[in-house]
């Protein structure tokens, strides 16, 4: 994507880098190539200097790519890209540890080359032109475009498929399980779409450019061919948080801000305590975090016949602010005590069914998660109706505190407008070392 | 429909003759005619008896007598039982002819066709043990092999289709119906080959959308699946994502046109026969192996079998999946020694691997003559699995033409 060399004359402070730069779509960004290249390098250079910061890893030589090496996989902490392509695989069966093991390996080779926005294998062009290309060649020319691969283990890999004629053990695995990874449990209001859940393994690919993003699983599902089979994937667009304090709070499609209250990546105690897990973990997953995925669909039509005043106390937050309605501005604390009164009774600013307060981590236990997710459109169905929704995306330290914190939304009043049609839950191992492969310590 | 790739110049089937094609099933290296063996086979109008079962590897020479009143044909078939090792044909009554094979160990079959049509008497199995024996495979005689299995394939198609198309006339739904999948076994199993005479598949074998599509008839093997299955048809047209269907034409055919429609059927398929037999007819190598590649591919097509929509209305998809593999499987093994003579020992024994594993899983949905369960029976996730095994198929597939053919 850029033949744009960053240079120090371009350098600024991170605050000061205007945020259209850090997300510059392709058709922006053949403006900016025209009208002169020197904010992109910047914005580029910005965020691949911070990225690289984050993940330990070193700058790579295109300015719009993020290390794929480090101590943590990239595209937690990464400043949350514009868009994603989530692909959730299913090993086929009748393969095993070998293939597992195989795939992994040709999986890091891959995405290795991917985040640098080169082509996979042999490029577009086969030294014989009877064969397939190797890479498909929609992204050639597009650059890195600030792709992560973020790489998850499903439980099955670990237990096996219950009542299936697998062996107990497929993967020899079992004895590797940690001891937090149980199942999701359901909740109330679930719809679940068993075609939208699950998965061996997970891949999240997040970038500027949803083509690279989507070149990424596609070439990653081909290289798995006979191993893995993609079973589900889910193309997201629109943030719908924020990671960095560099970056604005995005909205969600319900128009409200989201994620006000997330982790940044800025707060590495916070991450040493809420995301990545530490010392109760087996060997393996230290450093590693756990990805919950959950396909929220929103009954758009019907919210967006709701008051503005309906609308904002069943968030919490104004509109256009994002202020909590007990006062302040965005990133002000709620007061959840704050009252007004009414008649006998003392009626509180924040309703106690809102969401931002069932959700606050005041609320539960001090839980906080990283949250990473993205809106989405996925056409319309038969009936005049947006098939739009929220493509949720936490990571934590326990699957525990998603669980914890999605049981206290039981009550929420947003329930009305929102249905989980798909879900997941994968273990996403530490990063990877130059040399090694994704998991690698799990089967040593 | 597949486009016919350009012709790379082989010989034409013709010019080879039937003669050299005995000769060439398997060439034998120089000097190996020492060790020959010699077998007798006495073939009539209901049997085919061999006189040995078994043999050890090298040249083998089976001299066929007819002893019927029919002109006959003698095949030895690969353990697939549908790759043609060598055949030998026009046997007339009274009559010997001699196929000389080299073969390697493994399982044979045997078979006889009295009146050169129909699937053949007497298929009895034959084991060869011994030594692997080195080949140098000609081009020639490997297109020639595999242009007689399409041969074989296209005789077997039309004594299927007669049969459900009688049953079909004579108002005989409930055979009929069962007789729909059997008689399209064939066919399936060499579609691509079917698709290069361009007007025979879209009468043969277009759905309803296709023919509507290009402006023409709709007759055929669906046009009669519509009318056995109207019920369905009629269901199936009304919901909403149909909506683009013509709704025309959903009553019932009256006798006289199910035996316009059926005749037709019979016509073209015999055509399809007539085609495939003239000595013009040849493929090359890149049809052979662009075609078994193309055989996955319509299964996995938006309209193929895989979704379901091949045979929308009686649900037998399972059964032309089936034949679909099995017609890659033949064209693929037909070449193997081309392939593995080019250094793809390691891409032949994936595509086996992959090849008993796509089986494997078919075979747990039923079989040709126990009947495969009907498609809308078969759940998401279950069309899943079968789409992951077809994919890993699939991808070692689009590799055949490059391992085979010498650019």
């Known amino acids: 994507m850029m033949a744009v060399e960053q240079s120090a004359e371009n350098e600024k402070e991170a605050g000061e880098v205007d945020s259209e730069l850090l997300r510059p779509s392709r058709r922006g960004l053949f403006g900016l190539l025209g009208a002169g290249a020197a904010g992109l390098a910047l914005g580029g250079g910005g965020g691949a200097a911070l990225a690289s910061h984050l993940a330990g890893g070193s700058e790579a030589p295109d300015s719009g790519s993020v290390p794929f090496h480090g101590a943590h996989q990239a595209g937690i902490v990464t400043p949350a890209q514009d868009r994603l392509h989530f692909a959730a695989f299913d090993m086929v069966s009748g393969s095993g540890r070998e293939e597992l093991i195989a795939l992994l390996r040709d999986w890091t080779s891959a995405a290795e080359r991917l985040v640098r926005g080169q082509e996979v294998g042999t490029g577009i062009e086969p030294s014989n032109a009877l064969l ?14 600030h792709l992560t691969l973020t790489f998850g283990l499903g439980r099955r890999l670990f237990t096996g498929r219950e ?66 089979h993609l079973s589900w994937s889910q193309l997201g667009f629109g943030r719908t948080a924020s990671t960095s304090r560099r970056q604005d709070t995005p909205r969600n499609l319900f128009g409200f801000k989201d994620g006000t209250a997330n982790v940044m990546a800025e707060d590495t105690a916070s991450l040493e305590q809420h995301i990545w897990a530490g010392a109760e973990a087996p060997e393996w997953m230290r450093g590693g975090s756990y990805l919950v995925a959950r396909k929220i669909q929103m009954t758009i039509e019907s919210w967006d016949r709701a008051s503005l005043d309906e609308q904002e106390r069943i968030i919490g937050r104004t509109k256009r602010e994002g202020g909590p309605l007990s006062g302040g501005a965005e990133f002000d604390q709620p007061d959840f005590e704050a009252a007004v009164p009414a008649g006998d009774t003392e009626e509180p600013m924040i309703d106690v069914a809102a969401h931002v307060r069932l959700a606050h981590p005041d609320h539960n236990g ?50 009305e407008y929102i249905r989980h049609i798909g879900s997941g839950l994968w273990a996403i191992p530490a990063g990877v070392q130059p040399g090694g492969f994704i998991a690698q310590a799990l089967f040593e | 429909m597949s486009t016919i790739s350009p012709r790379r110049g082989f010989v034409a089937l013709g010019a ?34 061999v006189e040995a079962a078994e043999a050890q590897s090298g040249t083998i020479t089976f001299t066929v007598k007819n002893d019927g009143s029919k002109v006959n044909e003698f095949y030895v078939l690969g353990s697939n039982e549908l790759t043609i090792i060598g055949e030998v044909e026009n046997i007339a009554p009274g009559s010997s002819r001699d196929l000389t094979v080299q073969v390697g160990p493994g399982d044979y079959f045997t078979s006889c066709k009295p009146g050169m049509i129909g699937t053949g008497v007497g298929q009895a199995a034959f084991a060869v043990t011994g030594d692997a024996v080195a080949t140098t495979p000609e081009e020639d005689a490997v297109v020639a092999q595999y242009v007689g299995y399409v041969k074989t394939q296209t005789e077997e198609l039309v004594p299927q289709v007669a049969a459900f198309v009688a049953a079909y006339q004579a108002g005989d739904d409930e055979t009929a119906r069962q007789l729909f999948p059997i008689a399209r076994i064939n066919y ?45 048809a009629i269901a199936n047209y009304s919901t909403p994502e149909k909506d683009h269907y013509p709704k025309d034409d959903l009553k019932p055919l009256t006798p006289e046109e199910r035996k316009e429609i059926g005749d037709q059927l019979v016509a073209d398929v015999n055509e399809l026969k007539d085609e495939v037999a003239s000595p013009d007819f040849t493929l090359t190598l890149a049809d052979i192996t662009e075609g078994a590649k193309g055989l996955l591919d319509e299964v ?108």
């Open chain 1, 163 to 228: 009542g299936a004629s697998d062996p107990d053990d497929p993967f020899g695995l079992r004895s590797r399980l940690p001891r937090a990874f149980e199942p999701l449990p359901s909740f109330a209001f679930d719809l679940l779409d068993a075609t939208q859940s699950g998965g061996d393994l997970c891949v999240q690919a997040c970038a500027d450019d949803p083509q690279i993003a989507v070149h990424a699983i596609r070439n990653l599902a081909r290289i798995a061919v006979g191993r893995a």
């Open chain 1, 366 to 415: 001090g839980a906080r998660m990283l949250r990473r997710g993205y809106n989405y459109v996925d056409g319309s169905n038969g009936l005049g109706q947006l098939g739009a929704g929220l493509f949720f995306i936490s990571f934590q330290r326990d699957p525990e505190t998603f669980v914890r914190v999605q049981r206290s939304l039981k009550p929420d009043l947003l329930n």
């Open chain 2, 300 to 407: 996995a097509a938006p309209d193929g079998k895989l979704p379901g929509e091949e045979n929308e209305f009686a649900h037998t998809d399972l059964y032309d999946f089936t034949a679909n593999v099995e017609g890659a499987q033949v064209a693929f093994d037909t070449v193997r020694g081309l392939l593995e003579a080019n250094g793809g020992e390691d891409l032949a024994k994936q595509l086996d691997e992959r090849f008993a594993d796509m089986f494997a899983l078919l075979e747990t949905y039923g079989s040709y003559d126990e009947g495969f369960v009907f498609y809308d029976t078969v759940d998401q996730q279950q069309r899943n699995e079968l789409a992951a095994k077809l994919t890993a198929l699939s991808e070692p597939m689009s590799k055949l033409t490059a391992g085979v053919v010498q650019g």
């Open chain 2, 188 to 232: 399936e199993r060499i579609e691509p080959t079917a698709e290069q005479f361009g007007d025979l598949d879209p009468k043969i074998d277009y759905r309803k959308p296709g023919a509507i599509e290009e402006g023409l008839p709709f007759t055929g093997f669906h046009r009669i699946e519509q009318d056995l299955w109207l019920d369905e």
């Open chain 2, 16 to 49: 080879i003759g039937a003669a050299t094609l005995t000769l060439t099933a398997c060439v034998p290296n120089a000097g190996t005619g020492a060790n020959a063996q010699s077998i007798a086979v006495t073939a009539s109008d209901t049997a085919c008896n």
């Open chain 1, 132 to 145: 397939p290309p190797d890479d498909t060649g929609e992204a050639t020319g597009l650059g890195a475009g």
